[in-house]
């Protein structure tokens, strides 16, 4: 039924785009006739028109774009190296409008103003040195601006110094789901490998080496993960099965997880998920969100099932690197606390040494 | 002054007088000209076909997730029970998508049709170097095509891990569905694809270098020659690391070998696997993978310079200028493959590097969108549909390129990285842009593939709703991307924070079905203008160029009797003193006329 349905469709388009052509043919009635398919002034005038209308729909779209969407973009940055990278990204982005709108408009401009006209004879211009100078170098410039900028950020961000007060986490990834383990007392991460996975019973979910005194007071969490407000965190990433990538949005953080290997991103957390939900971004993003699942529920009620429940923001650690069936679904949440509380979090967690007993 | 001659060939002509059967002339054929229209068919047609459609399939999924659609309960059966499709065939699709349209179709299918059709007309060549070698190329592609399209039909469906195969994902079948059988084809088909691709570009390249008629020196060549020149230079710089990592990644999956693969868990189980790096297989593949954007992109951009010249009735504005930056380009896309890498582990130093060559990169590109800026200007354009795609290509160039500037900064990359950012900047910029140089093509060389003209105004119809729907696709897309969505998910309702996104996913998919239709109406132009265009004369363009020096019908040796010779370049449009606006480039110079400096 469906095939024939679409046969039906496929064939009436077909009908439509002939008739679409009897129409425009029939347009050109009462001129002289002429079926070269070659362009003709008439066709010229209308799609050089049709050119000049077009940069005011690029422009149209840009503006309702950034009009309507940019609410859906990520609140201000939660890191002390966030307003670095907005800063970057907001220049970047104002050389980049500049220089579309300035574009566009040339090359529309220009194809509709000199849309052919017979027997008008373009004008002969092979080149010009100077004018092809000016606009290698103007570019050349502006780009090289740019790099130094771009490096010098760069550089601050990805060469961080191992002080000892940092919090050392792991972030551990495996096909479908993040685990975070934390040094203990020490601070120091014990020695991991898949090989020590299958130890104890299936108790050692992220290979912690039992032969290791640095692993004893390692715990390690799932679901969630907490990080103390303004200190610095560097995260040791791993991975057990394929690569995957842990993105933290909120904090301008993202790095991959490989197999075989540590990497390594640190970043010093500035605000906490308290703060961030305050934030009036964030609140009216969460409002356009409980709209959405408010009316999915009454479709799900109507239906006898549970409502669903109110959403309330928080940070999250997603995987942006395609790792298999449920990669769209792996994430972690993250808390930022005030130290106090994060250290009241920590007193509840069980280390090795308690769980393989 | 070049004084490579015909003379390999110039015996040629007491060859096409040959009977040809059917089997010689249209299916085992070894004249460049079919074998161009093979590449249009299979490698354009039938393969974009296959590649729009299924990202038509995975559009309705993001809309609308886990809905349940007829469309997929019919080409999807089991892998949509009931006709909601399942996240392992959506990652399918994905990975099968990106495949055929950036190899099958934008590589293959764009340099095969008109490097084949335009080298040795443009230079005054009765074939390819070695018309033996290019057929063989054909039916390798055929056969890299249908070994990619049988991975569809097995049972755990096909390849899954990306275009980008990174393994493990891609090495370890226990990972996911895809990466057993499927997989396995997908390597073979790549393999025996580099080969076709190796045998064309060295084909090119020996024929661009040797084959060039008397007076045709390399600065008088066309740009589109220029540009299929040095892509093929590229492919054979590049596609040989493809081909290299492919067959690595085959030891490792079936050998037992570990390049890739180091310290693995899997489903239970510590494999063997030791001392690899899965950080190779990336360098090895965008050691490729970023030359392969400038393979697809530089032929569409050679495309765009002799069709916007023509239809301006100008010469391309600096001729010289565009020849340099398409070798500063060919140069630089070999130094500039660590940007896919900022935040792959590999060395924060090797970042910055890799961030100043990438951004280097835009300088010639910038000076080729100036130029053409600069050809339009006081030029008396005719919209023709071939016309409306080259402007298109130019803004989408424009669109798509700047947001490079983004990409390319390591910094910033970090943020964006494998989002939907990135999805619309490459899309835009090499999907976009090389499918409106293909399309330009096919709508300018139609007469001279097929003798018959295509219809103009479902031409004009066909690029007005493409270029709106292509912003409508991609423009909100970078939107989404910036909002921290990442790509390659089944759905973003997975989880509440993205679910105000929902809406912007609707759009894109209402624009991408309205491409997508738009692109029937090209279908039914092209098919219906084979059989019944109305027939062309022998320059309907009036362009300068050798090609439409040949008769209408294709004969074997493109020439009756002698190849003409050259005396000036490609660009004498509107030159003043001649009484046309245009002068062939075999057109001897008059009494008093100077050669024009370019």
């Given at each position: 039924m469906t095939v024939l349905l679409i046969i039906t469709i496929l064939i009436l388009t077909g009908i439509a785009l002939w008739q679409i052509t009897k129409i425009f043919e029939l347009s050109q009635l009462g001129q002289k006739k002429d079926d070269s398919q070659i362009a003709t002034e008439k066709d010229n005038d209308l799609n050089g028109k049709l050119m000049f209308a077009f940069l005011v729909f690029i422009y149209a779209v840009t503006i309702y774009s950034f009009w309507t969407y940019s609410k859906v973009l990520l609140p201000e940055s939660a890191s002390a190296h966030g307003p670095a990278y907005d800063t970057l990204l907001w220049i970047s982005f104002a050389v980049i409008l500049f220089a579309q709108t300035l574009t566009q408009a040339v090359l529309h401009v220009f194809a509709y103003q000199y849309r052919g006209i017979n027997n008008r004879k373009a004008y002969f211009f092979t080149h010009d040195n100077k004018l092809e100078f000016v606009w290698t170098i103007i570019p050349a410039i502006i780009f090289f601006l740019l790099i130094i900028y771009g490096m010098i950020t760069w550089g601050k961000i990805m060469n961080?110094?191992?002080?000892?007060?940092?919090?050392?986490?792991?972030?551990?990834?495996?096909?479908?789901?993040?685990?975070?383990?934390?040094?203990?007392?020490?601070?120091?991460?014990?020695?991991?490998?898949?090989?020590?996975?299958?130890?104890?019973?299936?108790?050692?979910?992220?290979?912690?080496?039992?032969?290791d005194p640095n692993g004893m007071d390692d715990f390690v969490v799932t679901q969630e993960f907490h990080l103390p407000v303004n200190r610095k965190v560097i995260f040791k990433l791993r991975s057990q099965d394929v690569l995957h990538s842990a993105y933290m949005p909120h904090f301008r953080a993202q790095m991959n997880c490989v197999p075989g290997m540590i990497t390594e991103f640190s970043f010093t957390p500035t605000k906490t998920t308290d703060e961030m939900r305050m934030n009036s971004d964030v609140v009216d993003k969460v409002n356009r969100i409980n709209k959405i699942r408010?009316?999915?529920?009454?479709?799900?009620?109507?239906?006898?099932?549970?409502?669903?429940?109110?959403?309330?923001?928080?940070?999250?650690?997603?995987?942006?690197?395609?790792?298999?069936?449920?990669?769209?679904?792996?994430?972690?949440?993250?808390?930022?606390?005030?130290?106090?509380?994060?250290?009241?979090w920590v007193a509840k967690q069980q280390i090795f040494s308690e769980v393989i007993q | 002054m070049s004084e490579v001659s015909s003379i390999p060939h110039s015996n040629h002509d007491d060859h096409h007088h040959h009977k040809e059967t059917f089997i010689t002339k249209y299916i085992f054929s070894q004249d460049h000209k079919m074998i161009a229209k093979q590449y249009l068919i299979l490698g354009v047609l039938f393969m974009g076909f296959i590649g729009v459609a299924m990202s038509l399939l995975f559009r309705l999924q993001l809309a609308w997730p886990e809905q349940s659609f007829a469309v997929f309960d019919i080409f999807l059966g089991d892998w949509a029970p009931e006709g909601v499709m399942d996240p392992n065939i959506y990652l399918a699709l994905v990975t099968i998508h990106g495949t055929i349209m950036v190899f099958f179709v934008l590589t293959a299918g764009l340099s095969g049709t008109f490097s084949n059709l335009l080298i040795p007309l443009q230079i005054g060549a009765r074939d390819m170097a070695s018309?033996?070698?290019?057929?063989?190329?054909?039916?390798?592609?055929?056969?890299?095509?249908?070994?990619?399209?049988?991975?569809?039909?097995?049972?755990?469906?096909?390849?899954?891990?990306?275009?980008?195969?990174?393994?493990?994902?891609?090495?370890?079948?226990?990972?996911?569905?895809?990466?057993?059988?499927?997989?396995?084809?997908?390597?073979?088909?790549?393999?025996?694809?580099?080969?076709?691709?190796?045998?064309?570009?060295?084909?090119y390249i020996v024929t661009v270098i040797n084959l060039r008629t008397k007076g045709m020196s390399m600065f008088r060549l066309p740009l589109t020659i220029w540009?299929?020149?040095?892509?093929?230079?590229?492919?054979?710089?590049?596609?040989?690391?493809?081909?290299?990592?492919?067959?690595?990644?085959?030891?490792?999956?079936?050998?037992?070998?570990?390049?890739?693969?180091?310290?693995?868990?899997?489903q239970g189980e510590v494999l063997h696997y030791q001392g690899g790096s899965p950080v190779l297989f990336e360098h090895l593949f965008w050691f490729l993978g970023h030359p392969e954007v400038y393979i697809v992109l530089l032929p569409a951009l050679g495309i765009t310079s002799e069709i916007i010249a023509t239809n301006s009735r100008k010469p391309i504005f600096g001729y010289r200028a565009m020849v340099a930056s398409i070798l500063a380009i060919a140069f630089l896309s070999t130094v500039v493959w660590g940007h896919h890498m900022f935040i792959s582990g590999m060395n924060p130093f090797l970042g910055s590097v890799f961030t100043f060559?990438?951004?280097?990169?835009?300088?010639?590109?910038?000076?080729?969108?100036?130029?053409?800026?600069?050809?339009?200007?006081?030029?008396?354009?005719?919209?023709n549909p071939g016309m409306l795609f080259s402007i298109g290509l130019v803004s989408t160039f424009i669109t798509g390129g700047l947001t490079g500037i983004i990409l390319g900064d390591s910094t910033l990359d970090i943020n964006i990285h494998d989002t939907y950012f990135v999805v619309a900047h490459f899309h835009l910029v090499m999907g976009i842009s090389a499918l409106y140089g293909l399309f330009a093509g096919v709508y300018h060389w139609f007469p001279k593939?097929?003798?018959?003209?295509?219809?103009?105004?479902?031409?004009?119809?066909?690029?007005?709703?493409?270029?709106?729907?292509?912003?409508?696709?991609?423009?909100?897309?970078?939107?989404?991307?910036?909002?921290?969505?990442?790509?390659?998910?089944?759905?973003?309702?997975?989880?509440?924070?993205?679910?105000?996104?929902?809406?912007?996913?609707v759009v894109i998919t209402v624009f991408a079905l309205l491409a997508g239709a738009a692109q029937l109406v090209f279908l039914y132009n092209f098919i219906s203008s084979m059989f019944f265009g109305k027939k062309a004369e022998q320059n309907p363009w009036r362009s300068n160029t050798m090609e439409w020096t040949a008769p209408v019908e294709h004969i074997h040796g493109n020439w009756p009797g002698e190849i003409p010779h050259v005396h000036r370049w490609a660009y004498d449009y509107s030159k003043p003193g001649q009484k046309e606006d245009f002068v062939l480039q075999t057109t001897p110079l008059g009494k008093d006329e100077k050669e024009t400096e370019h």
């Open positions: 961080f110094e191992e002080d000892e007060d940092a919090l050392v986490v792991e972030l551990y990834a495996q096909q479908w789901n993040w685990k975070a383990r934390y040094g203990g007392e020490d601070n120091v991460l014990g020695d991991a490998n898949v090989r020590f996975l299958n130890d104890f019973d299936g108790k050692n979910p992220i290979g912690i080496d039992s032969s408010f009316e999915n529920s009454k479709l799900l009620t109507a239906k006898g099932e549970e409502s669903l429940e109110p959403y309330q923001f928080d940070y999250l650690l997603l995987c942006a690197k395609i790792c298999g069936t449920s990669h769209y679904n792996m994430q972690m949440k993250i808390v930022v606390e005030s130290e106090k509380d994060y250290e009241k | 018309g033996l070698l290019n057929m063989i190329s054909f039916w390798l592609f055929f056969l890299s095509s249908m070994i990619m399209l049988a991975s569809l039909f097995v049972e755990a469906g096909p390849a899954a891990a990306g275009w980008t195969i990174y393994p493990p994902l891609s090495a370890l079948p226990q990972a996911q569905p895809g990466s057993g059988m499927g997989m396995t084809l997908w390597l073979i088909s790549m393999a025996i694809f580099v080969a076709s691709s190796l045998l064309g570009s060295l084909n540009a299929f020149f040095v892509t093929a230079i590229i492919g054979v710089i590049s596609f040989p690391v493809l081909l290299s990592a492919a067959l690595l990644l085959i030891m490792d999956r079936s050998f037992g070998t570990s390049f890739f693969l180091s310290d693995i868990f899997v060559t990438t951004l280097l990169i835009a300088i010639p590109s910038a000076v080729k969108a100036f130029n053409y800026i600069t050809t339009l200007w006081k030029g008396n354009l005719q919209f593939l097929f003798g018959r003209m295509m219809n103009k105004n479902l031409g004009f119809i066909h690029f007005w709703i493409t270029a709106i729907a292509a912003y409508g696709v991609f423009f909100p897309m970078h939107f989404i991307g910036m909002a921290g969505l990442p790509r390659r998910y089944y759905t973003n309702t997975a989880f509440p924070y993205f679910d105000d996104l929902a809406n912007i996913n």
